[in-house]
């Protein structure tokens, strides 16, 4: 039934959803029983299952970036979606998330998520990492751990959260930024 419509989907979701309703008959999983629970067009089996297994564990089989798109392709002609990673779990986290603009550029929004999560499961408070933050936008251990860990959202994060975070001193970035050096070779 997944695949009842062949015509509509492009080959490269037909791939990914055959590899993963492969995976689950080996693993002795049923798709109807994993999209039972239906509700509000989405199923909570399915996401969880999908979610768990973009996360990198070693110890479960993954899949491909792309399986989550390609199902939710051929899925909306059955009337089920599969959201993408939760959000973050503490109330501080949770509001952070929740000040991300939805009409951001997804991969944006994305990274900046990521981070978010990142810092919640490191057990490090908001509060703590953003202090400063009024008198420049770029609170010094935030910057710090977004140059150090996750260079790449810092971009998202200043878009998203009003951040002004810059590139480690003499980074890529950094170079990049200010341009080339007005003291030539002597």
Request: hydrophobic share 40%; aromatic share 4%; charged share 20%.
């Amino acid at each position: 039934m997944l695949l009842a419509n062949r015509a509509a989907l492009a080959s490269s979701c037909r791939h990914y959803i055959s590899r993963f309703l492969c995976q689950l008959e080996v693993e002795g999983l049923c798709w109807s029983v994993l999209t039972a629970d239906c509700c509000n067009r989405r199923s909570p089996a399915l996401e969880r299952l999908i979610n768990e297994r973009l996360q990198n564990d070693p110890a479960i089989e993954p899949v491909h970036r792309s399986t989550r798109n390609a199902l939710n392709a051929a899925t909306d002609l059955l009337g089920i979606r599969v959201r993408g990673p939760e959000v973050p779990k503490t109330p501080e986290y949770e509001q952070l998330f929740d000040q991300i603009p939805k009409t951001m550029y997804s991969a944006l929004r994305s990274k900046a998520a990521d981070f978010l999560r990142f810092a919640e499961a490191q057990g490090l408070r908001w509060a703590d990492l953003a202090q400063d933050r009024e008198d420049s936008g770029r609170p010094p251990l935030l910057e710090s751990l977004v140059n150090q860990m996750m260079p790449n959202a810092r971009n998202a994060l200043n878009q998203a959260l009003g951040l002004q975070l810059r590139p480690a001193a003499g980074s890529a970035a950094a170079v990049a930024i200010a341009g080339p050096s007005s003291a030539g070779p002597t």
